[in-house]
Each structure stands twice: as C-alpha cells, then as structure tokens.
C-alpha cells in the first residue's frame, strides 16, 4: 500500500468537489443546458484573469493556446523578441520560427529573470520587433518573470503586442492582465486551476484584435476571431469540452470562495515556507532570482542525482514531484505548491525530500526543513 | 481554503477505489446480479476474520452487531463477565443490563489491559459465568487486550462464550478468530476496513450457534440465526446495504493485494513511529500497557486542554483526530493509524500536534517529533 500525492507543477490534484461536478452525466454543447456553462465559465475566466475582454476557451493542452497567440496575430517574416530562459522559453521560440517569425531570442540565463529595461532598449532600437513573448512562470526553472515591468516597458510601443504564458502562472500569482498592459495571456486548467489537463485559456487584448485583422498565418484549429465570435453566444467554435468547463466552473467557485487576495496569499505563504525549509537544509534554490509561488526549483547536492531523487520519492514514498528538464536535468528538484496545495502539502514534499536525500547519503538532518516550514505555516 | 484530513479513529478515509465502486449505479439485492456479490463479500469476511464460520454481515453501526452478540446467545438473569477498561468496556455492560442480563464488571484502570489469569481465576470461582465479553482495541484509551491469552483462559470453560468487540482492531492488529477460540468476534466497516459506517459484521462459532439454540431473548432485526439462513443462499435477512458491500469487496480486494501479514506490519510500523514520535515531544502515551496498532492516545501537557487541541487541529489544520471521552476528556488527544494509512498521514498528524500544543504554549519543539517518526518510517 502507498498512499499517493501530486506535488508536480502540472498536472495538480484535483479537489473532491471538482471531480464530483465532473462524475455528473453528460450534457450536450449545442443544448441550452449549457448556455449557462459556458456563461458562467465566461464571467469566471474573467475575474480570474482580471480583465475586461473575453478569455477563450480552447479545447487543447495549454501548448495549444501558446499556437494560437502565434498563428492569429502575426505573419511571416514578422519580428518576434522571444525571452529565453528556461524549456517553455524554447517552446514559444519553437512555435513562432514553425510559423515563420523572425525569431530574436533574448536569452536569460536559466535560474535568472529578464530585465524590463533590457527589452525596452531592444525594443527602441528595433521598432520593427511585433510582439515579445515571455513566461510569467518559467517552470523549469521556478523564475517568476516581471510581468508588471514588462508591461510598462513594451506599453509605449504601438506596433508591438505583449504575450505571456500564464500557464503555471494563473493562480499562484497576481497578474493584473488589463492594468499592467498584457495584450494575449494563455492559461491552461491542469495547474492553479485545479483541473485536469484539457483547456487552455487565452486573453485577447483591443490592440491584439486589430493585429488579427491583418494577420494571415493558415489557422483551422485554432481560429481565434470564430471563438469569439462563438463565446459571445456562448458556445465554442468545436465540440465543447463540456466536463471540463462544467468543472472549472466549480474550480472559479471555490477560489472566488477564498477571494482573489487570499488565493495569491496562500501560495505566496507556502512558497516562501518551501523556499525557507529548503534553505534551512542547507540546499540552495535553483531560482537565482524572483522564485515563483508556483513552483520550487531545488538545487541537489553534489553527488546526488536528482533523477533518481524524484524515483525514490514517488516509488518509496508515493510523492510525485518532478525531476529537471533540459540542461537542469538530474541538477535539481521541483516541488510544487499550485492550486490545490495547503499547508500539509509542504510538509509531505520537505519530509519525503529529507528521508529520500538522507537515504541516498546526503548530509541531511531529518525535521529541520520541516521545523522551518512548520515555523513558517503556523503563522 | 483549508484542506481536510481524517485521522480519527472512525470513520476513516475511504480510498478513491472504494469510493468509485460505490458510486457504480443501484442493483437489486434480490437478483441474480446481487448473488456473486455478496459470495465475494463472505469469502473475503472469511478471509479477514481467519475464520472458517461464516461472518455475519448486518446493515448496521458496529453497536448493531455487538447488541445481535448478546440477544442471540443469551437469557435473562444470565451471568455476564464484562472487562470494563473504558467507554466501549461500559457499552458492552449496558447492553448486557438492557437484555437482563447480570453484569458483573472487571474494572481495569483506564489505560491499562485485563489479566488472562484474573478472568480465569474469576471462571474457576464462578462456572455460571455465560460469557466473557471484551474489546480487542478499547478505541477510548487506545489499548490492546490479550485476545490470544484470553482466549486460552476461557477456552476451558465449556458454558462460557468468548466475545470479542474488534471493530477499531480488526485490519489494525492479528487476531485469529479460531485459533484463539473466539466465539464471536465484531467488525465494523468505518474503521480498519476503510468504509463508511453501516456495516457491521459478527463471526460466530459452533459453540456459539449451540447457545443460540437455547437463548429466548427478544429478537427480530438483529436475528442471527435468519441472518446465517440468508447468507449461506448469498442474501441478507432485510435490505442488503449493496453500495458498502459493494464497497467492502473493493477494500478487501486491496487488503489482499497487499496480504494480511503486510497489512498488520503496516499499521504497527505506523503506530510505533506515531508513538516514538510522541515520546520525542516529551510527552506521554495514555495507554500505560499495549498500546494498539489502531490508535495513539496521547497525555496532554500540564496546562492544556485537550478538546481546545482537538479543535485547533480541525479548525486551523484541517485535521480530524479525536479528543478524549468521558474521563479522560480533556486530557488526551487521539491520532489513529487505521486503515487507509500511510507513512504521510503520520508525519500530517504529529506535524499538525506540534503546531497546535506550541501554538497553545506548550513546551514543544518543532519537528522533533516528526524527525522521529521520520527515523522509523524510512527504515
């Protein structure tokens, strides 16, 4: 017998009350039973996003919506600034240069954050750049990306769209979409949103809708002016993805439940215990700046594997955390503290991470992480 | 946001698997469908009770079944030899009282275990003594009774019935029904084996079934001998509750995946870090002998109330244990280890513990005790 726990960056777990709303039978797309679905879907996306425009649904992974920011506003040959610091950097890169974007890449050095100044500077000396990409979250690394000063650095240049991947983001941290000038902001369910993987969720600014108009990459799938044109009457361009809308509707519930403030503070607070008990062990964080309140990027110690430290927790200890990607693979280990995530969450992650680094020979004492995180939690 | 934990000792958490085979559509307890059902639901009684007698299987809480172990097998003005060592020892003598039954009461000083020797010198003074009744787990003050050596004591007495309340010990600890000479034995489904309440089950032995044959108690719900009827045709006397047997075969099948030798030494491996734990913290354990596999009670510390411990545990943790009854309310706390647990659950409950009692200002120091039971559970 081995309990089980998702402390992953993506998927995370999912809430009783989610799954229960989602074990309810079927209802169909194109009845009215679910206009108010999708209405209420709408309005929820809406607060959550803090903005005004509407936020499509996308029946897709969260990658789907990252295509979508590409192919609905830009055409070949256009300039695209990409921040590279991290795998999800690399995939908005991916995408664009797939369509025929200019790609420049601005590379942060994984562990470190994008300086606002610097894109501004770009920016002026190249006017011609379209839209900057960047993460809010950069998973594989834990960076919390300045979206706020990037906001005010790019706002000044019309020609120039703001995208974000808020996919590990929404959540976990306060993004003000409308306020700090984002003009595409992707989401996805399967992270602070509580739900299994299958949405993905894209905020459309004024100034991105006017770029639509001239944009003429090929788009089937992914057709952003129908979805609108389809959300507006409460339905979605395709087969709606029914439980899952029916699902992130309860998820909206619950957070609007503990108040947008709350939520931020919440994973602000178990974050910063992660962070403390990690430092308490005398392991160093891989998030060199900035550390995101979405995920802990942990730094193993010389000689320690970090891919065989994920194995052993999920196999001896039943905690599913995850490894390192890329150049960070087998360096590090991530913790996650999204969505559905409290107090004891942290707890189980810092006390399964001792007992697993302490079994593999690391000069560990055992509760101390805990007794920091405990410190911390209590307040 | 508070998430919620269940380590009391009943009811207790239901794993996902049991949950979804519950939440199957209805059949029919009077059709063939119900018939392979309830067969699977005996044999796996069978199983768990070591025992080749049927297991009687009662839409009932616990207290049904230990009510059908008095009004099926004895008479009014029979003598009853009850071990009375905390509030479940009382309810067997008022049930008893309330049959007409003369109760004779063994105090045993709460947190301490009966004798094997006392109850034998008692049988060899007084031969008229008709049955012996005692708890496995006295859930109130968390010890465990010498069943085997009460068994060998009473095996001896010919007229003398050996009746055994195991509802919090069954799955928690190794008890062989026949073997030990059990004459009847009581389980119920909210506690070891991971169920919601509302089941209750009784095994019963030859020389049971013969004192059933004489005793003219008033009887018509819990009327043991239609019950053993019905079974052997694979039904029950009234409404089976199908979704809990339902439910109870999914458990058992997992109880078997597991085996029932690694099913015990996962709940003594839990129950003695639970315990080492709490001696780390500098504290006591109420059960002064043998403590249970089942159930930790826990001495509070001069100064503090244990229900306001037990409240900030559920209300500012999330966690559910259980306070003290009766005499020993206020002065212990009670963390089960029963069923659906795991290594976690014991590093959430003693984690949670240290918070609250330093939080009241007791002189604890965190993660002390979890560093402890961390110790033992890597092991």
Same mark, same amino acid.
Request: proline residues 4%.
């Given at each position: 017998?081995?309990?089980?726990?998702?402390?992953?960056?993506?998927?995370?777990?999912?809430?009783?009350?989610?799954?229960?709303?989602?074990?309810?039978?079927?209802?169909?797309?194109?009845?009215?039973?679910?206009?108010?679905?999708?209405?209420?879907?709408?309005?929820?996306?809406?607060?959550?996003?803090?903005?005004?425009?509407?936020?499509?649904?996308?029946?897709?992974?969260?990658?789907?919506?990252?295509?979508?920011?590409?192919?609905?506003?830009?055409?070949?040959?256009?300039?695209?600034?990409?921040?590279?610091?991290?795998?999800?950097?690399?995939?908005?890169?991916?995408?664009?240069?797939?369509?025929?974007?200019?790609?420049?890449?601005?590379?942060?050095?994984?562990?470190?954050?994008?300086?606002?100044?610097?894109?501004?500077?770009?920016?002026?000396?190249?006017?011609?750049?379209?839209?900057?990409? @960047?993460?809010?979250?950069?998973?594989?690394?834990?960076?919390?990306?300045? *979206?706020? !000063? #990037?906001?005010? =650095?790019? %706002?000044?240049?019309?020609?120039?769209?703001?995208?974000?991947?808020?996919?590990?983001?929404?959540?976990?941290?306060?993004?003000?979409?409308?306020?700090?000038?984002?003009?595409?902001?992707?989401?996805?369910?399967?992270?602070?949103?509580?739900?299994?993987?299958?949405?993905?969720?894209?905020?459309?600014?004024?100034?991105?809708?006017?770029?639509?108009?001239?944009?003429?990459?090929?788009?089937?799938?992914?057709?952003?002016?129908?979805?609108?044109?389809?959300? @507006?009457?409460?339905?979605?361009?395709?087969?709606?993805?029914?439980?899952? *809308?029916? !699902? #992130?509707?309860? =998820?909206? %519930?619950?957070?609007?439940?503990?108040?947008?403030?709350?939520?931020?503070?919440?994973?602000?607070?178990?974050?910063?215990?992660?962070?403390?008990?990690?430092?308490?062990?005398?392991?160093?964080?891989?998030?060199?700046?900035?550390?995101?309140?979405?995920?802990?990027?942990?730094?193993?110690?010389?000689?320690?594997?970090?891919?065989?430290?994920?194995?052993?927790?999920?196999?001896?200890?039943?905690?599913?955390?995850?490894?390192?990607?890329?150049?960070?693979?087998?360096?590090?280990?991530?913790?996650?503290?999204?969505?559905?995530?409290?107090?004891?969450?942290?707890?189980?992650?810092?006390?399964?991470?001792?007992?697993?680094?302490?079994?593999?020979?690391?000069?560990?004492?055992?509760?101390?992480?805990?007794?920091?995180?405990?410190?911390?939690?209590?307040?």
């Amino acid at each position: 017998m081995l309990k089980r726990y998702l402390l992953a960056p993506g998927p995370t777990p999912v809430p009783p009350e989610v799954l229960l709303s989602m074990a309810m039978p079927m209802i169909h797309h194109r009845s009215p039973d679910f206009i108010p679905v999708l209405e209420s879907a709408r309005k929820g996306l809406q607060w959550l996003f803090q903005t005004k425009n509407d936020v499509l649904i996308l029946s897709s992974s969260g990658t789907g919506g990252m295509v979508g920011s590409v192919n609905n506003f830009f055409n070949a040959g256009d300039k695209a600034l990409v921040i590279n610091g991290g795998k999800f950097g690399e995939r908005w890169a991916k995408i664009c240069q797939s369509y025929g974007l200019k790609v420049e890449e601005m590379a942060v050095e994984w562990g470190y954050t994008v300086k606002p100044a610097d894109v501004e500077a770009k920016l002026k000396n190249d006017p011609d750049i379209k839209g900057v990409f @960047v993460q809010a979250v950069e998973t594989s690394t834990g960076v919390y990306h300045d *979206i706020e !000063g #990037l906001g005010k =650095a790019i %706002k000044n240049f019309p020609n120039t769209l703001f995208i974000v991947d808020a996919i590990s983001a929404i959540v976990a941290q306060d993004l003000k979409t409308d306020e700090w000038g984002v003009d595409i902001m992707v989401g996805g369910s399967q992270k602070g949103l509580m739900l299994p993987p299958g949405l993905a969720f894209v905020s459309v600014s004024d100034k991105a809708w006017k770029a639509n108009e001239k944009s003429k990459l090929p788009r089937f799938y992914f057709n952003f002016k129908k979805e609108r044109e389809n959300l @507006v009457k409460n339905q979605t361009n395709f087969s709606s993805p029914v439980t899952l *809308i029916i !699902g #992130l509707n309860e =998820a909206v %519930k619950m957070l609007q439940n503990e108040g947008l403030e709350n939520v931020f503070a919440r994973h602000a607070r178990l974050a910063n215990a992660t962070r403390e008990a990690v430092k308490a062990l005398g392991l160093s964080l891989y998030s060199k700046e900035s550390p995101s309140n979405a995920v802990t990027a942990i730094e193993m110690p010389d000689g320690i594997d970090g891919q065989a430290v994920y194995k052993t927790l999920r196999e001896k200890y039943g905690v599913t955390g995850a490894g390192g990607q890329d150049r960070a693979k087998g360096k590090i280990y991530r913790l996650a503290h999204l969505g559905y995530a409290d107090t004891f969450d942290v707890i189980i992650g810092i006390a399964a991470l001792e007992m697993t680094l302490k079994g593999m020979g690391a000069n560990i004492e055992l509760g101390k992480g805990v007794a920091k995180a405990q410190e911390l939690l209590m307040q």
